[in-house]
């Protein structure tokens, strides 16, 4: 019988490196992700290093995979945050496998999108290399095989909602790219009442058609995304949904916020992106109130899952497009959004699929959104086209059968920065120009820079990220 035997049930993995959920405690566990001893939440007692259930069998997995908007590696409270509180979101996390290494594709929220999307680097594609999107000229090829075509197939029934912000109609759509159902915005960004995007245009649709509902967007989604999980379907017809909330992006509006929209939507019509941007607004008490309303908001669908009867054979996943922007809790990583430090791409990440993976698990495995792709893609039994490689290894060995993968290269390339992590070693260039080793095992923070102590290594990283960066599309030269 196969790990996925269409008409069994339920998974699998090896011991980590660092020491979580010992009988040292919280204490010790912090060390061992490099937080401070105070932030005992970031490693709970009841966690334990990751091993894969072996010999359990179950049908394909419903797939629901969530992205949060610019949520920062810290902003949940089982990742350290001293102030936010995600209890629906820790949950999920003790009901399955918590990651303390996962990786964006990319620094900002495009590029991360067509990573995930496609498994493959963001710079394999022309839409890829805006950083990210902001105008109609570019966006994700329909030619291009997707996590979504593929698995339609495979069988599944496939829907995007919430935020696409891989191009824009008439050209480019998620029902253009594999995706059954879209519902959701086009932009990168929206006034949650009003729905305007980022040239101030309405951005809200269902397919490829306006759709009018001015209430807060997150609820909208939430509401959308319970339905779809309750819908009266075909059991034997797998899902996969891609819920992509906006929060906790800007502009920083909790709902009930209508006077602080109105100000907004003034400013967009008068002046475009600035309004948006919302550079004038927004606190750090601001900030707690909108992650913590997504947080409800997943708890809401989640419920609606389990009320479905379908919670067992779901896998879940919950993680960020990129690191933090200004009010997020990144501590204890350098940078943040639009930077290849590790505050722009570490991201929190969850996996929950309960008849497969064990509860109250950690894991230190080091991987980026394009492994989530190649492994969905297994687990869903979709063969990745050929003519189109995938840059991301699939990680169903290591959930279903304890299969720790080689040791490989994660590699990253934005405008003016480069990165590349091998191991616990991190090559890093940044604006500056000067090439950079951290230790991340010892240096989250990457602030112990090694390359003078260790030559040789950082010349053999510097090679291999220029290798991967020969076979990629070159960036536009500025206009």
Known sequence: MSDLDPNSNSQSNSLTRRA???AVGATAAAAAVGLPATTASAAPAHEQPFRAARGRHSRRPNILFILGDDLGWADLSSYGSPD???????RLGRQGVRFTDAYAGSATCSPTRFSLYTGRYPGRTKGGLAEPIAD??????????????LLRGAGYAT????????????????????????????GGALEYYSKLGLGGEYDLYEGDAEYKDLRYYTRILTERASEYVQRDRDRETPWLLNLNFTTPHWPWIAEGDTAESAEIVRKIKEGGLGGLFHADGGSVAKYKEMVEDLDRSVGEVLK???QSGQEEDTLVFFASDNGGERFSYQWPLSGNKSSLQEGGIRVPAVLRWPARIDPGQVSD????????TASLLELGGARPDPAYPLDGVSLAGYLLRGERPKERDL???VRGERALRRGEWK????RSGADQLFNLAQDQREQADRAAAEPELLAELRAAWERTDAGLLPYPKAS
């Open 84 to 90: 936010i509180r995600t209890p629906n979101l820790d």
């Open 411 to 413: 590699f990253w390339r």
């Open 159 to 186: 829907a995007l909602i919430g935020k696409w912000h891989c191009g824009y109609l008439p050209d480019y759509s998620p029902t253009k790219s594999g995706w059954d159902e879209f519902f959701g915005n086009f």
């Open 427 to 430: 090559y890093y260039r940044g």
């Open 365 to 372: 495995l080091p991987l980026f959104s394009p492994d989530w």
């Open 136 to 149: 109609r000229s570019v966006g994700l090829d329909p030619t291009h095989p997707t996590l979504a075509s």
């Open 304 to 306: 609606a899952l389990k």
């Open 20 to 22: 979580f959920g010992t």
